[in-house]
């Protein structure tokens, strides 16, 4: 049986960024979120030298960056941040 999607959640500086970019780049940020959601730990940690930090993450695509935190007890992805040079 294949493990549950953790549910994604926003802060709200990345929801502003969310509704600032392109289409094309809010479609990349979903493919993104869905990769992170279904392995939260598949994504680099955003600080490795922080050893109580293993639960905030980044992914890289391109241009594109976002910071998330794992919330392991309630099972969802909180995105932190987004970052788009384009």
């Known amino acids: 049986m294949t493990a549950q999607p953790y549910a994604v959640r ?3 500086q990345a929801a502003k960024v969310l509704d600032t970019v392109p289409e094309h780049i809010e479609d990349t940020v ?22 109580e930090g293993e639960d905030v993450r980044y992914a890289c695509v391109g241009p594109l960056s976002l910071t998330y935190w794992v919330n392991r007890p309630l099972h969802r992805l909180t995105v932190l941040n987004i970052v788009w040079l384009g």
């Open 30 to 51: 979903w493919d993104v979120l869905d990769a992170a959601a279904a392995d939260p730990w598949g994504f680099g940690q955003w600080n490795a030298d922080d050893p």
């Open 10 to 12: 926003f802060s709200t």
